[in-house]
């Protein structure tokens, strides 16, 4: 069988499972939107519903987290026009793939994840049975669509490296070249945005504290207010980027800042190194406010209209599905399944 020529295709999606962040924003949308405007890829961006219930949620509140999240992906300029935006339980073939990876992937490649290691602990016997074949979803939300990159942040990289795994045992297994072996795309000096109150620790929405995130729904004084009340050494900020080194919170704001302002921390540190940070968290308050302000209203906006929200992604599981049940179907054919629909 000739090896198929794989249309460069980018998938990447966000779990609704509680407020955006400007983490989720700088690590994600922002790129999202960088990538679709470049021209010369699709881009699929999915909302990742069935990840989001590997541990329990409240119905009412995932039915909103999932439009809160399609209102942010919106807010910050992913175009349904230009990008396929839908949520994951609308496409049946995300699921079906998944069973087929399930019987490909191995208990130890499972067992060695360190994502699941880390969310069950102590308790791994309790854990749902999702949770641990997390990755294979994973798989098959990116395979479904033959997608070629996967823009990730670090703590994701593992699973996108199972992924190429399970990819590569199935083309094999079937003397195939279906799948294609996915690239994660890892870039940008904030792509991993850390808390305000540990700069050792991601920002995350299931921190304990409020004031270790920003939310993309704070207002501008609250925006402000956790910024000024970042967590910082004593120390003004150093005239290299190599003074960053062993100063997570300073390092933190700096890379915070050059996202923001779509300059490369060494730049940043040029323009503001040697100042005290009684000086520069203004400065990086000023700037977060006037990027984040007309994205939250946006965002608020589009919440007031949740049936245009449902719209959306209805109109983009449609999409997607276009794409991703021709792939399904070969799948079954390949595998040996009699009737699969086509």
């Known amino acids: 069988m000739a090896e198929p020529a794989f249309t460069p295709r980018v998938f990447s999606g966000i779990q609704p ?16 939107v960088d990538t679709q405007e470049s021209g010369g890829i699709e881009t699929i961006y999915c909302l990742v519903d069935l990840h989001a219930i590997t541990v329990w949620q409240d119905p009412e509140k995932l039915t909103r ?35 087929i990876f399930n019987c490909v992937a191995r208990l130890g490649w499972m067992q060695r994840m360190t994502q699941f290691k880390d969310k069950a602990g102590k308790n791994s016997e309790n854990v749902s049975l999702g949770l641990f074949g997390y990755p294979a979803l994973m798989a098959a939300d990116i395979l479904v669509y033959h997608a070629t990159h996967v823009p990730v942040g670090e703590d994701q990289k593992q699973h996108v490296e199972l992924t190429r795994d399970i990819a590569i045992k199935f083309n094999n297994d079937y003397g195939v070249e279906f799948f294609p072996v996915p690239e994660p795309v890892i870039e940008g000096a904030a792509t991993r945005v850390m808390s305000l109150r540990d700069g050792s620790k991601k920002m995350s929405k299931s921190d304990p504290s409020d004031m270790s995130r920003i939310n993309l729904t704070d207002d501008p004084d609250t925006i402000s207010k956790k910024i000024r009340k970042a967590k910082t050494d004593p120390e003004p900020l150093p005239e290299t980027v190599e003074g960053l080194d062993g100063r997570p919170e300073a390092r933190n704001l700096v890379n915070i800042y050059a996202a923001l302002a779509e300059l490369t921390p060494e730049q940043v540190i040029a323009e503001h190194g040697g100042q005290q940070f009684g000086t520069f968290k203004p400065s990086l308050a000023d700037l977060a406010v006037a990027k984040l302000s007309p994205l939250t209203a946006e965002m608020g906006r589009l919440m007031q209209d949740p049936a245009e929200i449902d719209r959306i992604l209805a109109d983009g599981a449609r999409r997607a599905d276009a794409i991703a049940a021709p792939i399904l179907q070969k799948t079954y054919e390949i595998v040996g399944m009699i009737g699969a629909r086509s």
């Open 17 to 32: 499972s509680g407020g955006l962040t400007l983490g989720n924003y700088l690590g994600a949308l922002k790129r999202f």
């Open 65 to 99: 987290a999932t439009r809160e999240m399609a209102a942010g992906f919106l807010a910050s300029g992913v175009d349904p026009a230009k990008s396929i935006l839908f949520n994951q339980s609308q496409v049946p073939a995300h699921a079906q793939l998944a069973w």
